[in-house]
C-alpha cells in the first residue's frame, strides 16, 4: 500500500483495512475529508498531476476495480 503525497505536497491520501478512504493534511496529519467505506482496502493510491482527482485501485477475486474520488471542492 503506497500512501501518495497530492502534487503540492499539501495532503496525503489513506486507504484503511475497510476501504476506509482518507485525505489528511500532510504537516498536521489531521483528517481534511473522509469518503465513504468501500468495503475492501485500496492497494494502490494516486494523485492526478493537477491534485483534482485521485484514484484507488483494488483487485478483487482477480478483476482490477478503479475508484476515481474528485478533490476539487476543497483542494483548490
Not at 501518495?4 to 489528511?24: C, M, N, R, V, Y
Not at 489531521?30 to 482527482?53: A, K, M, N, V, W
Amino acid at each position: 500500500m503506497t500512501t501518495p503525497f497530492s502534487p503540492d505536497g499539501q495532503f496525503i491520501a489513506t486507504s484503511g483495512e475497510k476501504g476506509d478512504l482518507k485525505l489528511l493534511q500532510a504537516n498536521t496529519r489531521s483528517e481534511i475529508r473522509r469518503f465513504d467505506p468501500l468495503g475492501e482496502r485500496l492497494h494502490y493510491l494516486t494523485f492526478s498531476r493537477d491534485g483534482r482527482l485521485l484514484a484507488g485501485l483494488k483487485v478483487n477475486n482477480q478483476r482490477v476495480c478503479i475508484q476515481q474520488f474528485s478533490l476539487w471542492h476543497f483542494c483548490s
